[in-house]
């Protein structure tokens, strides 16, 4: 509605203004004898979506350590569900004066903005300039899966020597003590690898028949408060039973005038979002090594041995919050508190120029956000082998043909967070003047502030506490059954030794933070409590320090590998001996070819090699049989 003039609407019944544009030079006149309603506008939309994606995928990546490629096929979905109804908020221009009356009726004032250069008058039983909340609701659920073949090549020594340098880089620019415990663990499992690697083959390739799925949805949830925002140049009077508001922006320059005999409630704006997450993951590979045992090339359609993997996972969490505005009421003149009022505050700041009137009560609390969530998840997989591999039979090693268990791998974790955080902070600020208050005033985590007189029969006051408590744990466990040879003193013995590697990876994070808001009166009030100066000395009284750290005990994300699989079983010793023995035959080997071949120009390097072999063969020969 465009005027150059005044608008008016009078009735007898009840007036219902909804989703309006008003601006005008003149003034604006609300009459429903029976309420009037001042409601926004309200748009209600619908999208849909879904996405498909089929086709051929290849990859390939290179790294110091090797090359992986892989090639096959793939398809993925994304299903997309969105339902929203947004809050538009009434426009409200005048110039003039704007009146807002129902004589037997209450006042419901949605969420409006706007600029009055004049007065802003609501008259009323009960008046209720309230929030309405926008709210959006979201499914999304993905699904892929891949088939494909895979292969691997790459030289283990090198790959080995790549994670000790990332160790060592770790550990120089490591800042906490968790970065050291991750760095170091690092630095340890790379060594270990790098001996493992020195004494297996040069070479390490693998091809592999791959498949996998995974099925994942998001619900999200969300109910936004839209308030109203208003600047009034000529004063704001309330006039009723009741006060109510929730989400109110208000700058008034002239004087505000309560003239309300029942409560004053004005409150801060408050939005939710609740949200959760689920996905589930299935995994098979079929996969062998290029090389036997015997260090022979594998033929690709008939391997003597091969591994089948398969592996499932699942993952979920959920999370609610509550979240304030940060609202203002501001009074630039003097704000006058008629006919004795309760009045409640939660988590505005309420501020004036000066101050004047009785009121039966004070309550000026803040009010806390507030997010809990929680998560979950494992995986399990469990490897069969195929073909040859070495068993423990009454006491000897011996090579066996069949399936058999591979490697067991089984993981879990568990998250869990609770935040309490004050960030609309209860505020009633006076620069002058003088408030009565008949019965007590109550302050929570807040602040009275200002330079004016505050008296009142009785006063409490109480702090909040801030939290902030989150701890996540995961540990991960893998177990490889295997049967390996018995060195003592880097010599190779007739004997062998069968069991279980145990690899053990845990992650762990923590917060603790504990933090007390302080109620807290300004140095320049003058308080007094059943007409005696008030005795202040338990009360905060410095308005820039109102939070005490209580606690604040922090461990940053850990992720660590404890090496078991090199110490924490017989076996696992055994052969990491074995790995260490064969790891130094091979630098012994290479600095001899290296001084045969510097000694001897004229003969190949090739014929030393395999003169080394040849040795090596006959002493573990000997070894074994005790010759």
């Known amino acids: 509605m465009y005027n150059g003039s005044d608008i008016s609407f009078d009735s007898e019944g009840k007036l219902r203004v909804e989703g309006v544009d008003v601006q005008t030079t003149g003034h604006v006149y609300l009459r429903g004898k029976q309420g009037v309603e001042v409601l926004p506008g309200v748009e209600n939309s619908l999208r849909e979506e879904e996405h498909k994606i089929s086709g051929l995928k290849g990859s390939i990546s290179v790294s110091r350590g090797g090359v992986s490629a892989g090639v096959g096929y793939g398809k993925s979905s994304d299903k997309i569900k969105e339902v929203t109804k947004e809050i538009i908020a009434n426009k409200l221009q005048a110039a003039g004066n704007v009146d807002i009356k129902s004589e037997e009726g209450d006042i419901d004032f949605g969420p409006t903005n706007g600029s009055i250069g004049g007065k802003l008058t ?3 039983k009960d008046i209720n300039i309230l929030d309405m909340q926008s709210e959006r609701v979201m499914d999304r659920e993905t699904e892929s899966s891949y088939v494909g073949v895979g ?14 340098w990332e160790a060592g880089k770790g550990l120089t620019k490591a800042r906490h003590k968790e970065d050291y415990i991750n760095a170091g663990f690092g630095a340890f499992n790379a060594g270990m690898g790098a001996v ?11 091809v592999s028949l791959n498949y996998n799925k995974s099925q994942n949805s998001y619900h999200r949830e969300e109910r936004m408060s839209v308030g109203s925002r208003l600047h ?3 004063g704001v009077e309330y006039n009723g039973k009741n006060l109510h508001t929730v989400n109110l922006n208000m700058l008034n320059e002239g004087d505000t005038v309560y003239n309300i005999t029942g409560n004053i409630i004005k409150e801060a704006g408050k939005s939710t979002i609740k949200e959760n997450s689920d996905g589930k993951s299935f995994g098979l590979s079929v996969s062998h090594d290029t090389f036997d045992s015997a260090g022979k090339i594998q033929n690709v359609l008939k391997p003597s041995n091969g591994t089948v993997t398969a592996g499932i996972g699942r993952g979920k969490s959920e999370s609610q919050g509550e979240y304030y505005s940060h609202n203002q009421d501001i009074t630039k003149g003097t704000t006058y508190y008629n006919n004795s009022p309760d009045v409640k505050i939660r988590g505005v700041d309420v501020q004036t120029g000066g101050i004047a009137g009785k009121v039966a009560s004070l309550t000026v609390e803040s009010v806390q956000d507030r997010t809990d969530g929680k998560s979950s998840g494992y995986n399990i997989s469990y490897g069969i082998g195929i073909g040859e591999h070495a068993v423990m039979r009454n006491g000897t090693k011996e090579m066996a043909d069949g399936l058999h268990t591979t490697n067991i791998g089984v993981g879990y974790s568990r998250g869990k967070h609770t935040e309490r955080t004050t960030n609309a902070i209860g505020g009633f600020t006076a620069e002058h003047g003088v408030l009565d208050v008949i019965g007590k005033t109550v302050q929570t985590g807040s602040v009275i502030g200002g330079g004016f007189t505050l008296n009142t029969g009785t006063y409490e006051k109480n702090d909040l506490e801030d939290v902030n408590k989150r701890k996540n744990v995961g540990i991960n466990l893998t177990f490889t059954p295997g049967v390996t040879d018995v060195y003592r003193n880097g010599k190779l013995t007739p004997d062998s030794v069968g069991g279980v590697l145990v690899g053990t990876r845990i992650d762990y994070s923590k917060d603790d933070y504990v933090a007390k808001v ?4 300004g140095n320049s009030v003058n308080m007094t409590v059943a007409g005696k100066k008030a005795d202040l000395s338990g009360v905060n009284r410095d308005t820039s320090n109102m939070v005490d750290v209580l606690k604040d ?9 404890l090496g078991t699989e090199y110490w924490a079983t017989n076996y696992g010793r055994e052969k ?4 260490f023995a064969k790891a130094g035959n091979k630098i012994e080997r290479v600095v001899e070819i290296i001084k045969a071949v510097s000694e001897n120009e004229g003969k190949d390097i090739g014929l030393y090699y395999r003169d080394r072999l040849d040795f090596e063969a006959e002493r ?4 074994r049989s005790g010759e």
């Open 518 to 521: 302080k109620a807290t009166i």
């Open 151 to 164: 292969v691997n090549f790459g030289v283990p020594a090198i790959s080995a020597a790549q994670q000790i």
């Open 122 to 124: 609501y008259t009323g």
């Open 196 to 206: 493992s690697a020195l004494g297996g083959n040069v070479l390490a390739s693998s």
């Open 553 to 561: 005990r922090k461990i940053n994300p850990v992720s660590i590998d």
């Open 620 to 623: 573990d020969r000997k070894e």
């Open 576 to 579: 990491t001996k074995g790995d």
């Open 232 to 234: 009034v140049k000529g």
